[in-house]
């Protein structure tokens, strides 16, 4: 498929013309708009258009999605035709903000932070997975694992577990980083601040539980607990949002001839201090008593838990909130060694793409712009990427996306009961068995089945009652 301007100019009318386009960039599969009222979107018209595979809201940006190698082209086109000029990703969010609730804007802010430093972590989890299965006892061998059976690999697996781990031991530095970049401070001193919160002179967080004494500075007769906070989350969040504000205050009102020697020294000093005597021990207990409510309500109430986050998993995606939950999982990976929530994530990319599979035969005949669209949408949801077939084909005939939200819901308490866990989140969908503990490949596998075969069934009954029909 090839995009020509008369598609383009469709989907320029489709938006509500170029006078209701405020301002306009794309990513690698989609153009992303800031409308100045998306009422005015004709959203069956749009879906129509030959190059458009789906389309969406979401955190104030009207997002049309037109596939990898062709949405550049879109965009040169659109431009032209408009006569807007172009402006950068971060252009566009900022001007998305403007027209969210705080809540949404802190989902928002949430999720700017996390999403760039989640190759690292995808990676990380990955690697640790590949680590346990050479590590595993009884996984290939009665007893045994890999190394023990050929010992010479053992040097590697150590070293790919110190590539797997450095990634949740600097989290912080990550984070700093990451954060700095959101509330407009030098993303360096980020990075500085924490690595401060993970020196080697401090007790590590990991042997705060199981040391039988804290060390402390005495500073004018004030005990500070010397503590690390490696893999935690809260700490440098709040800790960077400090630094970033002492930081632009300093830069706006000491003279330039001496900023070098005031502004990022200063700011470090004060940051660090307040770390470590009232943002470290505070946000650490809260952390903690957040990961004890979630880890509480999966244990005592598995199947409601699991219940809910996989049926509703679906539902946050559309909302963006589901990015609050990142630092959820990466707060039960540091304090627990794992976490019960990424593998529900995974059965629910899985349950999409069952859905949107079924969507393809169904429209077989009758669509074959929809039947390849959800064909190519399935396996995108397989591997973990499930817009196109959420955006694209379930939510457009919305019965689809029902029987993928029961699918998964069911996938999930089996989950939740069996207390399924993974080293870390990683990649979605079917290859997320590779972030799993080993133990719990079977129950996973088990999920998969679920989530392939009910919402397949449901969306294919469902399309017998649904007033939606596929044409």
Same mark, same amino acid.
């Given at each position: 498929?090839?995009?020509?301007?008369?598609?383009?100019?469709?989907?320029?009318?489709?938006?509500?013309?170029a006078?209701?386009i405020?301002?306009?960039?794309?990513c690698?599969?989609r153009?992303?708009?800031?409308?100045?009222?998306?009422?005015?979107?004709?959203?069956e018209?749009?879906?129509?258009?030959d190059i458009?595979?789906?389309?969406?809201?979401?955190?104030?940006?009207?997002?049309?999605?037109?596939?990898?190698?062709?949405?550049?082209?879109a965009?040169?086109?659109?431009?032209?035709?408009?006569?807007?000029?172009?402006?950068?990703? #971060?252009?566009? +969010?900022?001007?998305?903000s403007?027209n969210?609730? @705080?809540?949404?804007? *802190?989902?928002?802010? /949430? =999720?700017? &932070?996390f999403?760039?430093?989640l190759p690292?972590?995808v990676?990380?989890?990955?690697?640790?997975?590949?680590?346990?299965?050479?590590?595993?006892?009884?996984?290939?061998?009665?007893?045994k694992?890999?190394?023990?059976?050929?010992?010479?690999?053992?040097?590697?697996?150590?070293?790919?577990?110190?590539?797997?781990?450095?990634a949740f031991?600097?989290?912080?530095?990550?984070?700093?980083?990451?954060?700095?970049?959101?509330?407009?401070?030098?993303?360096?001193?980020?990075?500085?601040?924490?690595?401060?919160?993970v020196?080697?002179?401090?007790?590590?967080?990991?042997?705060?539980?199981?040391?039988?004494?804290?060390?402390?500075?005495?500073i004018?007769?004030? #005990?500070?607990? +010397?503590i690390?906070y490696?893999?935690q989350?809260? @700490?440098?969040?709040? *800790?960077?949002?400090? /630094? =970033?504000? &002492?930081?632009?205050?300093?830069?706006?009102?000491?003279?330039?001839?001496?900023?070098?020697?005031?502004?990022?020294?200063?700011?470090?000093?004060?940051?660090?201090?307040?770390?470590?005597i009232?943002?470290?021990?505070?946000?650490f207990?809260?952390?903690?008593?957040?990961?004890d409510?979630?880890i509480?309500?999966?244990?005592?109430?598995?199947?409601?838990?699991?219940?809910?986050?996989?049926?509703?998993?679906?539902?946050?995606?559309?909302?963006?909130?589901?990015?609050?939950?990142?630092a959820?999982d990466?707060?039960?990976?540091?304090?627990?060694?794992?976490?019960?929530?990424?593998?529900?994530?995974?059965?629910?990319?899985?349950?999409?793409?069952s859905?949107?599979l079924?969507?393809?035969?169904?429209?077989?005949?009758?669509?074959?712009?929809?039947?390849?669209?959800a064909?190519?949408?399935?396996?995108?949801a397989?591997?973990?990427?499930?817009?196109?077939?959420?955006?694209?084909?379930?939510?457009?005939?919305?019965?689809p996306?029902?029987a993928?939200?029961?699918?998964?819901?069911?996938?999930?308490?089996?989950?939740?009961?069996?207390?399924?866990?993974?080293?870390?989140?990683?990649?979605?969908?079917?290859?997320?068995?590779?972030?799993f503990?080993?133990q719990?490949?079977l129950?996973?596998?088990?999920?998969?089945?679920?989530c392939?075969?009910?919402?397949?069934?449901?969306?294919?009954?469902?399309?017998?009652?649904?007033?939606?029909?596929?044409?």
């Amino acid at each position: 498929m090839s995009v020509d301007r008369q598609s383009v100019k469709q989907i320029i009318e489709a938006i509500g013309g170029a006078d209701n386009i405020s301002t306009a960039t794309h990513c690698v599969t989609r153009l992303r708009l800031i409308l100045k009222d998306e009422g005015k979107v004709d959203k069956e018209k749009l879906d129509d258009i030959d190059i458009v595979k789906g389309s969406f809201s979401s955190n104030g940006q009207f997002q049309v999605v037109i596939g990898q190698g062709l949405v550049d082209k879109a965009y040169k086109i659109l431009a032209e035709e408009t006569g807007i000029q172009e402006v950068s990703k #971060e252009d566009v +969010k900022n001007e998305a903000s403007k027209n969210l609730n @705080p809540l949404q804007r *802190a989902i928002k802010t /949430l =999720a700017d &932070i996390f999403i760039p430093i989640l190759p690292a972590i995808v990676m990380a989890g990955l690697l640790m997975g590949l680590n346990n299965i050479l590590t595993g006892p009884g996984i290939f061998f009665d007893n045994k694992s890999v190394i023990d059976v050929y010992p010479q690999w053992a040097d590697l697996t150590n070293i790919i577990n110190l590539i797997a781990n450095t990634a949740f031991t600097f989290l912080p530095a990550l984070i700093g980083w990451s954060a700095m970049k959101r509330f407009g401070g030098n993303p360096l001193l980020g990075i500085v601040l924490g690595l401060i919160l993970v020196h080697p002179d401090l007790l590590n967080a990991w042997a705060y539980g199981s040391a039988e004494k804290i060390p402390t500075w005495n500073i004018f007769g004030l #005990e500070i607990d +010397k503590i690390g906070y490696q893999g935690q989350v809260l @700490p440098i969040l709040v *800790a960077s949002y400090v /630094l =970033a504000k &002492i930081e632009r205050f300093l830069d706006k009102h000491v003279h330039d001839s001496i900023k070098l020697l005031v502004v990022a020294p200063v700011a470090l000093l004060v940051t660090g201090l307040l770390s470590f005597i009232v943002i470290g021990p505070i946000t650490f207990f809260i952390g903690n008593q957040l990961t004890d409510g979630v880890i509480w309500i999966f244990s005592h109430f598995g199947w409601l838990g699991g219940l809910l986050y996989g049926g509703l998993y679906a539902v946050m995606v559309i909302t963006g909130m589901h990015h609050t939950f990142l630092a959820v999982d990466l707060q039960l990976v540091s304090n627990t060694g794992g976490t019960f929530l990424w593998p529900i994530l995974a059965l629910s990319n899985i349950a999409q793409g069952s859905a949107a599979l079924a969507m393809m035969f169904l429209a077989k005949k009758q669509n074959q712009k929809l039947s390849g669209l959800a064909g190519t949408s399935a396996l995108s949801a397989y591997l973990g990427v499930t817009e196109p077939a959420m955006f694209g084909v379930n939510l457009r005939y919305k019965f689809p996306f029902i029987a993928a939200i029961i699918g998964s819901a069911v996938g999930g308490v089996l989950l939740a009961t069996t207390g399924t866990e993974a080293f870390s989140i990683g990649v979605g969908g079917i290859p997320g068995i590779f972030s799993f503990k080993p133990q719990y490949y079977l129950t996973f596998a088990i999920g998969m089945v679920i989530c392939i075969i009910i919402p397949f069934l449901l969306t294919i009954l469902f399309a017998k009652f649904s007033k939606n029909k596929i044409s």
